[in-house]
Structures are given as C-alpha cells and as structure tokens.
C-alpha cells in the first residue's frame, strides 16, 4: 500500500524491494523505509498515495515540444498519464492529465501526439494533441 516509485535503472543496481519500501504491506504491517538500508539505489521519486503505473514512454516529439524528455506514465489510479519531469538525475516535478480512466500504456506516436490505452472492459485509445494554432 503506497510507494510506488520511479527509479533510473543501473546496471546491477539493487532497489531493496521487497526488503525496502515507502509503503506497507497490504495487511498493514510496516516494511522499513529505503533510507534506512544505504546499501539499495534510492528512488528517484515514490508517490503516495500511488499512481499504480503502468506503461511508460519518454517524450521526444514535436507537438509538445516543452514536454520533451518528460517521462510519460500511464497511472490505473490515477486515472489518467502522469508527466514527470527531471532536472539532471533529480525529479523536478509532475503535472497529471485526468482521462477519467485507467490508463495502461501510453505511446508517442509518430505525428508527435501522445496515445494513452485504458484499461476497461472496451479499452479505448485516446489521442491527446494539441490545439490548433
């Protein structure tokens, strides 16, 4: 329950899961917090209550173009993608785009729009673009 996170993944890093985490069991029992077992790569940024992601992309398109190198992430709880940003290895911030919807995968694709997947019973895809100018 909580702690989802997003990590930069290095090679042989190790990041403590499921010795370590920023939430708890489900019964409700507490896991010790990472920074209490220096010897596991930190995250570089937990949410919670969580987004329960799913897929993920990095922006490089046209379209958005102040949203390149922003981290994309399809959230089933958040209902909607979430996009993150980092400054060097630091997160910087996130911005949410409610879909109203769980969201299973987001794509860029090739007209620079942003495609997100939800997740019911009759998925849809949704293209997100922008307005024209």
Same mark, same amino acid.
């Given at each position: 329950?909580?702690? *989802? =996170?997003?990590?930069?993944? =290095?090679?042989? $890093?190790?990041?403590?899961?499921?010795?370590?985490?920023?939430?708890?069991?489900?019964?409700? &029992?507490? @896991?010790?917090?990472?920074?209490?077992?220096?010897?596991?790569?930190?995250?570089?940024? #937990?949410?919670?209550? /969580? @987004?329960?992601?799913? $897929?993920?992309? @990095?922006?490089?398109?046209?379209?958005?173009? #102040?949203?390149? $190198?922003? @981290?994309?992430?399809?959230?089933?709880? +958040? #209902?909607?993608? /979430?996009?993150?940003?980092? *400054?060097?290895?630091?997160?910087?911030? =996130? =911005?949410?785009? $409610?879909?109203? +919807?769980?969201?299973?995968?987001?794509? #860029?694709?090739?007209?620079? +729009?942003?495609?997100?997947?939800?997740?019911?019973?009759?998925? &849809?895809?949704?293209?997100?673009? +922008?307005?024209? &100018?």
């Amino acid at each position: 329950m909580g702690g *989802d =996170e997003l990590n930069r993944v =290095e090679r042989g $890093g190790n990041y403590g899961w499921p010795l370590v985490s920023w939430g708890k069991h489900y019964d409700g &029992r507490a @896991i010790p917090l990472p920074p209490t077992k220096p010897d596991f790569a930190m995250s570089t940024h #937990q949410w919670t209550p /969580v @987004i329960a992601p799913s $897929g993920m992309s @990095i922006y490089s398109g046209s379209m958005f173009p #102040q949203w390149r $190198g922003s @981290i994309l992430i399809g959230g089933l709880r +958040a #209902q909607g993608v /979430v996009r993150a940003t980092l *400054d060097g290895d630091k997160f910087a911030s =996130e =911005e949410r785009l $409610g879909l109203g +919807a769980r969201v299973r995968d987001v794509r #860029q694709g090739p007209d620079g +729009a942003i495609y997100a997947v939800t997740d019911e019973a009759k998925g &849809r895809v949704l293209r997100l673009s +922008a307005a024209p &100018r």
